[in-house]
């Protein structure tokens, strides 16, 4: 009996709160877009929500359909997920997840496209430009102008290996830029030092990776930053470093230079003891004062 009374007075309520709730008029809508980048903002939202032309504030609840609402919303190309539903104060509330990219591509037919953080493509925006890793050169990987998965094997390598960037602090702030060259082989353009690293694809990358950082801790330190010009760490088991042959050829001359002018220096010295007359130069002026 006790059951059967409170199943019937849940009924009840629930009938009452349907009576309510088609009594209940919309009185304001309420947008979220939680995060920091603006891809999106309140005025595109409200254009695709009244797209129809009908207002919804002073409508009743129950004439306004939410999925219809929902989907709209989700087919903008920077919405990844949207959700719209009513409170009982007669408020429509929509929160908006924009999507996050990680990457932006520039592909060699001069086309220009995001990649997010799930490796969809997704296109640039006029009203915010995200500051992500950038990758260009010869990639093949073409853009229709709307969200879509990638489809070469190259542009996912490119994406693996900036989403494994993206993870690593070290990484992060040491890589500036993704190049393909002409071979297709993927290289990591550096903010400290002029070489380039050639990486090849993205397979082992935890490995590939681990090998540069202790290249960079106990090669570099000893030969400098600038004696390389490529770094290749496309084998799994070494680390090749291709010298900088101009930067090599500079420090010769420059080595000879001063020995050349140690020894016309000691030439001068050893002229001046013979005279028995010590020699004090000015190296500014250019003269010499003899006792």
């Not at 309520?13 to 903002?41: H, R, T, W």
């Not at 919405?79 to 929160?95: F, I, N, P, S």
Request: net charge positive.
């Amino acid at each position: 009996m006790g059951w059967l009374i409170s199943l019937s007075g849940l009924v009840v309520l629930m009938s009452f709160i349907e009576v309510k709730k088609a009594e209940l008029v919309c009185k304001k809508v309420k947008v979220f877009i939680p995060g920091n980048q603006y891809f999106i903002d309140r005025q595109e939202i409200d254009n695709i929500l009244g797209a129809s032309g009908k207002n919804l504030v002073g409508r009743r609840l129950e004439n306004i359909d939410i999925h219809a609402l929902e989907n709209k919303l989700k087919h903008n190309p920077f919405v990844e997920y949207a959700r719209v539903y009513e409170d009982m104060d007669g408020t429509l509330q929509v929160e908006v997840v924009q999507r996050k990219p990680m990457l932006r591509v520039m592909n060699r037919f001069d086309q220009d496209f995001y990649v997010d953080e799930h490796g969809m493509k997704m296109p640039l925006s006029q009203n915010f430009t995200a500051r992500v890793l950038v990758a260009n050169g010869f990639i093949d990987e073409l853009f229709a102008n709307k969200v879509d998965s990638l489809h070469t094997v190259l542009a996912k390598d490119i994406y693996k290996t900036a989403d494994f960037i993206r993870k690593d602090s070290l990484w992060e702030a040491q890589i500036a830029q993704i190049y393909v060259n002409e071979n297709h082989e993927i290289e990591l353009i550096p903010r400290v030092g002029n070489q380039r690293i050639l990486l090849g694809n993205a397979d082992s990358l935890s490995t590939r990776f681990n090998n540069l950082k202790v290249f960079y801790k106990q090669a570099l330190p000893t030969v400098g930053w600038e004696a390389y010009k490529v770094i290749n760490i496309k084998y799994l088991n070494q680390v090749v470093g291709v010298k900088n042959e101009t930067l090599l050829d500079s420090l010769k001359r420059r080595k000879a230079f001063e020995a050349d002018s140690i020894k016309r220096a000691q030439i001068k010295l050893d002229t001046a003891k013979a005279d028995n007359a010590p020699v004090i130069e000015s190296t500014d002026k250019k003269t010499s004062i003899k006792n």
